[in-house]
């Protein structure tokens, strides 16, 4: 009931007996306040022209907001807070028309009442505080923003009226601006869109000695400068000029004032116009002084204040002119004296985090000590002669370094600018002129317009696929499908599928006819097939490829069957070890390899026993961190010992002209460390390395100390960065005593290093004493910033980070291999290959073929499982699963994925069975070959990621994409049978748990998505079964969004552009588990290898008969599954969010993210 209807009305009895139990006064004051709210009402309707009525009104509710009376205080402001009187309302009518500057006293008086928090203890204090934050949102949905700052701009420059009356209506506005600009979010674009911009600042400049107005003038100074627009107005006009004379106002005492002061500092530093300006003014000495007296505040507004300062000291270093200032003797001394002086305490590591990566950033730059040219050059002109094609399509602005996923929350991975990236990397590290600012605000339109019109443009061709392939083209993929039949019967079932006369492979064979002139089909597979691959490699390559297609079409029987030419000649007698070393023998390399890896010619696998995740000793984080700055101020204090050079060792071997493709297939690689592990020991005083084998990756190594190793890691072939897997072997070392290692040209901005993650370790001594296996090794494991930049001119302002982990052998003179994670070669995969091939269940199916060839001519196996063909269940009638996986070289958890799921497939069990008597398996094991065989993390020898590649892939770059998307096409245009699952396996560098990403129309970036009514059970189902299945599924962490860009991914380009609605991405954890039963754990190989085969189990429950109504979705507020039920039974009634890798407290394991990629 409205106040209106309470004057009107009489109280019923019942009214009258609750309000008689109230004290009189209360009663009194209430009946005093609704009478004064009543009028005022009646006065807006009757005579809103009223000056002398209005301000009579006002002035008595003014008065008993400044009553000595508690009671009447509390009444009055109940009845301002209270929506249903609409005093608010009306009071901002008045202002807003009102020309009576008594009038407009009292009002904004009441408004500052009203919404100004205030300082107390207490329980009502509190419920208080509550209603005038409340207030403020109503106030500003009421449009009270705007005109707060229309009557503060009249009052600026009415000078007619300038008196002691508007200087108090000024004190009260600025005071009600300030709630409302940290509630507002659209508070600076409304400021500015009003023109107010430089009067806030014009105020601030007069004020700024004065403590009635300084805080609120702060407040709302801060709030303009979050944005970057007002931001560059105000540096234009000069504002930190003004902030360096407010700040020496000020004095060094921690107040809340310094805090907000330095706080506005750190947000207009992120503007490098600004940083010039900070150091021009000298504001940057004044932040140091301030800086240096840390020691004498207390509490959380040290952490503040200190925090505020060095962020903007690390913005400081982002030009050249802000590096010199502080690179000065005493300003580096300030900074390191807070490091040697810092508490040991955990809110203090961030704080030390910041100032080493300060003094790193400051010093000379440090390039890495090698050269600048990676010996890992792959010479593509032979490949492109005679091509259309250029090289580089473009290059990869920066690897998402998970997948598809650049985010921990969704699949956000980063083909695309980061906004932040791009500033830093426009012109590094000039000197800039005050008017480059200028640029800002203009070049803000039209970075907006083109991104629109670019969105636009792609919303209006979504569903028009330009890259579709000739049906002419893809007609001649129907050679890798010979388990349909001969070609006549893949004919005849399209016909009868389609029910149409004219099929479109028949035109297909007139076309033929027609063009040959021949008076009968020939059905041999070898003109097709050659026209398939006519530029992928060289005569040889191509005639083995047309021997296999002729086998496989004299084959009549569905028996097992491997046309791989690296499997030719295997003795099915032989040993894994001989087999592997002999494929290893045929693998093409672009640096030769000298032997072949011991864990991988013996299987590879990993201990089956539970390895806890590792617990950060923030001790010890912190003397790395401190020895990290020592290095850099004094690095002649180190030993400086290469123990190891892969450049040098490439340039003695004769092998610095990449011109040809290397090839070690004359020389039989073995391996020979269980000869070494018996001879003597030397004691030698330093390690031994080496990285010269499959998938091996480290370029040079260094000793710094007795046991202190730093290491540097190989980039991605034809490419300078990109450095994240690491597998070498380690020789020479002593028992018991703690090595060193630090790799430190990492480029992620965070690792799993910092939230309990462990290098992998694999000693040989171990495997021959009979436990053979990887194990999580290491302590003291950390990942933060060092003083080394990168050598690109456009990144030169950027430090590598370092992993740094201490490892103690458990043998002395032992063989130790240490891995990012445990590897997966391509010999590993084809010796696998071969040995299942040879142990088939009955009534398998298996046929194993290579779909093409990579640019250094390696074998790509394309599979198909399935069982034998009979009459009551035609293998044609199948529906087809597709499989990839590896397209990330660097992710060889996808491999181990994959390698339980052929392990089930292939395996004599009943759910195997099954499975092969449902479904026609097609499965890519291996996408990029050459990043695997090479040892890089995330590209191949085209220095591009492949899996953005797949909306336009290049068949002479991009081989595998090109054909694995050709054949999936094929089955969607040719075949007209989509698959009915398409999953491409990945591993996730910054989450735990597996989890999906999938495809849903009402969640993507389009609109035109959004508007098609969405099928959610066909997206949810697998998820659903995989979490019912596996424990090692997160529900919680699957994510379903389809964004702009990852248009050119595996998973949507197969969504949108080839209709398969099931089509996903399986992230698996690098780490290990945050929940479930293996919560608090590493993964293992064990554990990879059961998602696949869980994977598998959960193929063999999808129903494609469910319907929207056999499934119920729930989600969170932030908008992830928390509850997916099938056919009424809960899949999972309460499941925890994921949280963020990297959130809790601030630590010394925290580093500043400038790009976020996963």
């Known amino acids: 009931m409205s106040a209106a209807d309470l004057s009107s009305q009489s109280f019923t009895q019942q009214d009258i007996g609750t309000k008689s139990k109230k004290k009189p006064h209360r009663m009194a004051d209430e009946a005093a306040a609704e009478c004064l709210f009543d009028r005022l009402r009646q006065h807006q309707q009757r005579s809103p022209d009223a000056a002398e009525v209005a301000r009579t009104i006002t002035a008595r509710i003014n008065a008993r907001l400044t009553s000595h009376d508690k009671q009447v205080r509390q009444c009055t402001l109940e009845k301002i807070w209270d929506k249903r009187t609409n005093a608010i309302q009306m009071l901002l009518t008045i202002l807003e028309t009102s020309r009576d500057t008594p009038t407009s006293t009292y009002i904004t008086a009441i408004l500052r009442e009203a919404l100004c928090l205030k300082q107390g203890k207490g329980k009502k204090c509190s419920v208080n505080n509550l209603a005038r934050m409340q207030c403020a949102y109503y106030f500003i949905s009421l449009k009270g923003t705007q005109i707060i700052i229309r009557k503060l701009i009249g009052i600026m420059y009415d000078k007619r009226d300038r008196h002691s009356g508007t200087e108090v209506i000024l004190q009260d506005l600025l005071w009600i601006l300030a709630p409302l600009a940290s509630r ?85 530093s992120k503007n490098k116009v600004c940083c010039m300006q900070i150091v021009k003014t000298g504001l940057c000495s004044v932040l140091l002084r301030v800086f240096d007296r840390w020691d004498r505040y207390e509490g959380r507004i040290r952490l503040k204040i200190c925090a505020h300062i060095l962020r903007t000291l690390q913005h400081l270093c982002n030009i050249k002119a802000g590096r010199r200032s502080l690179c000065t003797k005493k300003h580096v001394q300030t900074l390191h004296r ?18 080493c990566s300060v003094i790193t950033l400051c010093l000379k730059h440090q390039a890495l000590p090698v050269p600048a040219s990676s010996p890992a050059l792959f010479n593509l002109n032979p490949i492109l002669k005679g091509t259309n094609t250029t090289w580089p399509c473009h290059e990869d602005d920066e690897d998402g370094a998970n997948s598809d996923s650049k985010t921990i929350n969704s699949d956000l991975e980063d083909d695309g600018p980061d906004p932040e990236l791009d500033l830093e990397a426009t012109d590094e590290y000039s000197d800039l002129d005050l008017n480059d600012g200028d640029k800002l605000e203009s070049t803000e339109g039209e970075v907006e317009k083109s991104h629109r019109l670019k969105s636009d443009s792609i919303q209006s061709a979504m569903f028009f696929n330009p890259n579709e392939r000739d049906i002419e083209d893809l007609k001649r993929y129907f050679c890798f499908f010979k388990e349909f ?27 033929q006819i027609n063009k040959n002139g021949l008076s009968s089909l020939n059905l041999s ?40 030419k690296i499997h030719k000649d295997l003795s099915k007698f032989s040993s894994f070890a001989l087999v592997y070393c002999t ?17 991988d010619m013996i299987g590879g696998q990993g201990l089956a026993h539970p390895e806890p995740l590792n617990k950060m000793e923030r001790s010890a984080c912190r003397v790395k961190l401190l020895s990290c700055v020592d290095r850099a ?166 430090c590598y980070l370092t992993v740094t982990f201490n490892i103690e052998f458990p043998h002395t ?50 599979l198909t499982i399935s069982a034998d063909d009979t009459p009551t269940n035609p293998i044609a009638d199948r529906e087809i699963i597709f499989l990839t996986a590896r397209v990330h070289p660097g992710e060889s958890n996808a491999s181990w994925v994959m390698d339980g799921t052929l392990s089930c497939l292939l395996g004599d069990t009943d759910v195997a069975a099954s499975l092969r008597a449902k479904y026609v398996f097609k499965i890519v094991p291996m996408l990029n070959v050459e990043g695997v065989i090479n040892g890089c993390h995330r590209c191949g020898l085209t220095n591009e990621d492949l899996n953005r ?52 129309g009402a969640e993507s970036w389009c609109g035109s998505d959004r508007n098609v009514p969405d099928e959610p059970v066909k997206y949810l189902m697998l998820p659903a079964l995989m979490h019912r299945i596996s424990p090692a599924f997160a529900l919680g962490s699957c994510s379903f969004r389809v964004e702009r860009e990852r248009e050119s991914t595996a998973r949507v380009t197969v969504w949108r552009h080839l209709g398969v609605t099931r089509s996903y991405t399986m992230e698996a954890t690098f780490c290990g588990f945050d929940r479930g039963p293996f919560k608090g754990f590493h993964l293992n190989t064990q554990h990879l290898q059961s998602v696949g085969s869980d994977f598998c189990e959960a193929l063999n429950g999808l129903n494609d008969t469910a319907t929207s109504d056999d499934i119920q979705l729930t989600k969170d507020l932030n908008g992830n599954i928390t509850e997916i039920s099938l056919n009424g039974e809960a899949v999972n009634s309460a499941i925890a969010v994921d949280s963020e890798p990297g959130s809790g407290s601030d630590s010394v394991l925290r580093t500043d993210s400038d790009e976020d990629f996963d």
């Open 633 to 798: 101020i004094s690095p002649e204090a180190y030993m400086n010992e290469v123990v190891y050079d892969l450049d040098q060792l490439n340039s003695l071997a004769g092998v610095s002209d990449n011109s040809a493709p290397k090839s070690t297939e004359s020389i039989f690689l073995s391996n020979t460390d269980e000869e070494e592990i018996t001879k003597l020991n030397n004691f030698s005083t330093r390690l031994s390395f080496e990285s010269r084998f499959e998938s091996g990756n480290l370029r040079k190594a260094i000793q710094i100390g007795p046991r202190e190793y730093e290491l540097i890691l190989m980039p991605d072939v034809n490419s300078t960065k990109r450095h994240q897997w690491f597998y070498f072997e380690v020789r020479n070392m002593i028992q018991g005593r703690p090595y060193v290692f630090n790799i430190v040209n990492c480029e992620k901005s965070d690792s799993q290093f910092n939230f309990g993650m462990k290098p992998v370790m694999y000693s040989v001594k171990e495997a021959v004493l009979g436990r053979p296996g990887w194990v999580r090794a290491g302590t003291d494991i950390c990942y933060y910033r060092n003083s080394y930049h990168y050598a690109s001119p456009r990144s030169h302002n950027k």
């Open 485 to 511: 039949g001969s070609y006549n019967k893949q004919v005849r079932l399209v016909k009868s599928r389609s029910n149409s006369r004219e099929s479109i492979l028949k035109d297909f064979l007139q076309c």
């Open 184 to 268: 507002d979010p659209k508070f600076a674009n409304k400021v500015r869109t009003l023109g107010c911009v430089r009067t806030m600042h014009l105020i601030f400049k007069g004020h700024y000695t004065d403590n009635k107005l300084i805080f609120p003038l702060l407040v709302i100074l801060k709030q303009l400068a979050k944005n970057s627009v007002t931001t560059a107005i105000l540096i234009r006009d000069g504002v930190v000029t003004t902030y360096e004379r407010v700040l020496v106002s000020l004095g060094f005492m921690p107040t809340a004032r310094l805090r907000l002061c330095l706080d506005a500092i750190d947000y207009f």
């Open 525 to 564: 597979l070898t003109p097709e097939c050659d026209s398939i691959f006519p530029i992928m490699a060289g005569p040889l390559q191509s005639s083995t490829l047309f021997q296999t297609c002729n086998k496989i079409n004299e084959s009549t029987s569905t028996s097992s069957c491997s046309f791989l």
């Open 338 to 355: 807070f490091c040697s002086q810092c508490p040991d305490e955990p809110e203090f590591d961030g704080l030390l985090a910041r100032v």
């Open 813 to 862: 003179n032992d063989v130790v291999y240490l891995a990012y994670h445990f590897p997966f070669t391509y010999s590993m995969m084809m010796t696998k290959l071969w040995q299942r091939s040879l142990q088939l269940p009955p009534n398998a199916y298996l046929r194993a073929e290579p779909l093409c060839y990579s640019l250094n001519n390696n074998e790509v196996p394309l």
């Open 949 to 1000: 590649r797949w909306s336009k892939p290049s068949p002479v770059l991009h081989p595998s994409i090109y054909h694995t998307k050709g054949l999936i096409e094929y089955l969607v245009r040719v075949w007209k049978k989509p698959p009915l699952v398409y999953c491409d396996y990945h591993g996730h560098s910054r989450k735990k748990n597996v989890f999906f990403y999938g495809c849903a």
């Open 583 to 599: 494929i290893a023998s045929r693998v093409r390399s672009v640096i030769p390899f000298v032997k072949v890896a011991f864990p």
